[in-house]
């Protein structure tokens, strides 16, 4: 389960930093610091989503 999860990280951490960056710069922040914040925040978040999405995938 563990490569399964490895896989789905590299896809959902990708498509949630984007999301968070595409809040901030929707909210009118456009400078580095909340852009790598939110990108960095997507990222860390997409742990645990990766894990639980793998684990229902293989849930028998």
Do not use: C, N, Q
Not at 39 to 46: F, K, R, S
């Amino acid at each position: 389960m563990l490569r399964l999860a490895s896989v789905l990280y590299s896809i959902i951490a990708t498509a949630m930093a984007g999301a968070g960056v595409i809040a901030v710069l929707s909210a009118g922040y456009g400078t580095l610091t909340p852009i790598l914040v939110a990108a960095g925040i997507g990222a860390v978040l997409a742990f645990p989503v990766s894990y639980f999405v793998a684990r229902e995938i293989t849930k028998p």
